[in-house]
């Protein structure tokens, strides 16, 4: 008998929930006029971040690039209110399947837009306070920027709780 830990064992979901993710996060967007609000949007602001809820474990992996998501979500090239939209329903559906990470590809912001929260790096520069105010953040216990290999300052991590 070896004195080491046991290896972890992998929590995984049914395919037939994944499928269904994958199938709702591909599917093409509906065109959404211009002056349309999403429902529950809420406004810009400077909500406090949230807080740091993971152990050196998380981070240690985080480091290394050694986190594999449960799913991606990719909102860059979406308007705000079709990214706060698809981004509302993918946590729903993450935390239903009680997935554990979630990658969200925001596209990376360049300096000049992340204080007015226009154009190109819109989505980067409101998504912590969209996570923050959601209607899901009890179930978020952290939002960390994301690996290089999994798009660095373009994309985070979601951790849900358990």
Do not use: C
């Amino acid at each position: 008998m070896h004195g080491g830990k046991p290896k972890p064992v992998p929590v995984t979901t049914p395919a037939a929930d994944k499928a269904a993710l994958a199938k709702f996060l591909s599917a093409k967007p509906k065109a959404v006029p211009a002056d349309t609000k999403p429902k529950h949007m809420p406004a810009q602001s400077k909500i406090a971040p949230m807080p740091h809820n993971l152990d050196g474990h998380w981070d240690k992996r985080i480091a290394r690039g050694s986190i594999i998501p449960d799913v991606s979500i990719d909102l860059h090239d979406a308007s705000l209110s079709l990214a706060y939209n698809r981004l509302d329903g993918a946590l729903e559906q993450a935390i239903a399947q009680r997935m554990k990470v979630i990658l969200l590809v925001t596209g990376k912001p360049r300096a000049h837009d992340r204080a007015s929260g226009t154009g190109r790096g819109a989505i980067a520069a409101v998504v912590r306070d969209w996570l923050a105010a959601s209607r899901h953040a009890r179930h978020i216990s952290a939002v960390r920027n994301a690996h290089p290999r999994h798009g660095g300052a373009g994309a985070l991590y979601i951790m849900l709780k358990s």
